[in-house]
């Protein structure tokens, strides 16, 4: 935690209140508002967190008007091009990059992990076929905590490690059990003499009756969109794994919580939702028309892929994604593809649509992940699970660093209370 050596103050009234002023290693001073209930008797009101860090942390830094992304300190394109998706694991899990021993070390107790318990296979057998693949990961991932009860407790540094471990681990494997379960093909176990990337696609893709090799290029495009969605800081789903995490649940629960967070169109959903919306538009002469719903306040419609609550400039992981989306493409020999032919011209369209500027609405990194996804074979519905499966680190890391912090409390947000005030019950005869 900061130092705090100046004071805000705050009058009410005739009374005034010194609200120490906490300075971050980056980014915009905070005011210590902890002990501001108990000496003036007011609460704060910032419903979405607008204005409110709720924790403090050294994992992740963004500059949302620079467009910058830090993870412990390194630029987020610098890790996408230089990195790899487990190193990046590392460095968020433990702060540091890895030795080239560490690294091994840690890829080892990864790989040694990516099995489920055998009697999961049923619990997968329980959904319906038609399920959405984040329903079933909800309720599987969820379901670890009844299979690994020698990584639960939380006050065992440990058992966390071990967790944190396995879940990193076994993520993969349950997406691609949830692919394989939804389109009626058998389960693929993991494979431990291939990378993570191309062991998760092989997990997906590969069917007993035939050889499958994974294509060296498929596969650093999967470990890039691994990479670049690995953690962001305190996003919903995150905040949403501390708020479960505070009361002490195990963190197979509290990842299950932000596996639910995670699935809607405004968080990870949106990558599906843009792909649906590119397709929808259909050819380039439509922009016009919805680039226009999208301005209207009447119409609920968003520019899916757009907008962003902290960047109020270019996403950098757009970036990246937008290259990667390239070269997939080019390699599949797919650039002429209406889908991407529509994208690259909303793009143009929007970003020179004083709306968009003047709301500092830029693509995100959904815009272009759900393009690559979809040349790669993966259906709509695997998007999310995806983002899921390397969001993964990001929330563990968060909750370790949340476990191991002695002022630990749980959290519990105030509320601006608007409903009626005390009334005397009223018997049923008298309504
Ligand atoms: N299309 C059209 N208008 C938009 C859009 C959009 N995509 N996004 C925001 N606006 C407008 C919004 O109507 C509002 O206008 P006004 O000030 O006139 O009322 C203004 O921009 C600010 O919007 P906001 O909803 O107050 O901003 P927010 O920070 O609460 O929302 C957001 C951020 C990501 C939820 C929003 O931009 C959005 O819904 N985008 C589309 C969904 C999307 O792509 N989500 C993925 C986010 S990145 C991946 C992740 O981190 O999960």
């Known amino acids: 935690m900061a130092d705090s050596k100046r004071n805000a103050t705050l009058t009410i009234g005739e009374q005034s209140y010194d609200l120490p002023i906490l300075s971050p290693t980056a980014g915009p001073d ?18 979405g967190f607008t204005s409110t860090a709720s924790c403090d942390s050294t994992i992740t830094f963004i500059d949302g008007d620079k467009g910058e992304l830090l993870h412990r300190g ?6 996408a091009e230089k990195s790899h998706f487990l190193e990046v694991c590392y460095l968020l899990l433990y702060g540091e990059l890895p030795s080239a021993a560490q690294l091994e070390d840690f890829e080892e107790r990864v790989t040694m992990h990516t099995m489920i318990h055998e009697q999961m296979m049923y619990l997968f057998r329980g959904f319906r076929r038609d399920a959405h693949p984040m329903a079933i990961m909800v309720g599987v991932v969820g379901a670890l905590s009844a299979f690994y009860h020698d990584s639960t407790d939380i006050n065992d540094p440990w058992q966390r490690e071990v967790a944190s471990v396995r879940m990193i681990a076994k993520m993969p494997t349950i997406a691609a059990m949830a692919f394989k379960y939804t389109i009626g093909q058998p389960f693929v176990y993991p494979r431990n003499d291939i990378d993570y990337a191309s062991n998760f696609l092989r997990m997906c893709f590969s069917v007993p009756t035939e050889d499958y090799q994974v294509n060296p290029i498929l596969s650093r495009a999967m470990d890039r969109i691994f990479t670049l ?9 995150t905040s949403t794994v501390r708020l479960a995490s505070s009361s002490g649940a195990n963190p197979f629960a ?29 050819t380039v002469d439509r922009i016009p028309e919805f680039i226009a719903c999208a301005k209207d306040k009447n119409d609920p419609f968003r520019l899916m892929g757009f907008g962003h609550r902290v960047y109020k400039n270019f996403d950098p992981r757009a970036k990246v994604m937008k290259q990667s989306a390239d070269e997939v493409l080019e390699l599949l020999g797919v650039e002429d593809n209406p889908v991407l032919q529509v994208a690259k011209e909303l793009e143009k369209q ?33 998007f999310t699970p995806i983002f899921a499966v390397s969001r993964t680190v990001g929330w563990i890391s968060q909750w370790k660093e949340m476990i191991a912090d002695p002022q630990l409390k749980i959290g519990r947000p105030r509320q601006l209370y608007a409903g009626d005030t005390f009334r005397d019950y009223v018997d049923m005869e008298k309504r």
């Open 229 to 237: 969605h690995a953690d962001h800081e305190q996003n919903a789903s």
């Open 254 to 282: 509290c990842i299950a919580a932000g596996i639910a967070c995670l699935w809607g169109p405004a968080h990870g959903g949106a990558n599906q939702a843009c792909l649906e919306m590119l397709r929808e538009i259909g």
């Open 74 to 79: 390194y630029p987020i394109d610098q890790l």
């Open 30 to 47: 905070v005011l210590d508002i902890r002990k501001l209930y108990g000496q003036a008797g007011v609460f704060t009101y910032d419903p």
């Open 350 to 382: 929007a970003l020179a649509d004083p709306y968009f500027s003047e709301k500092k609405l830029f693509p995100n990194v959904d815009f272009y992940s759900g393009i690559i996804l979809e040349a790669m074979g993966f259906p709509t519905s695997m």
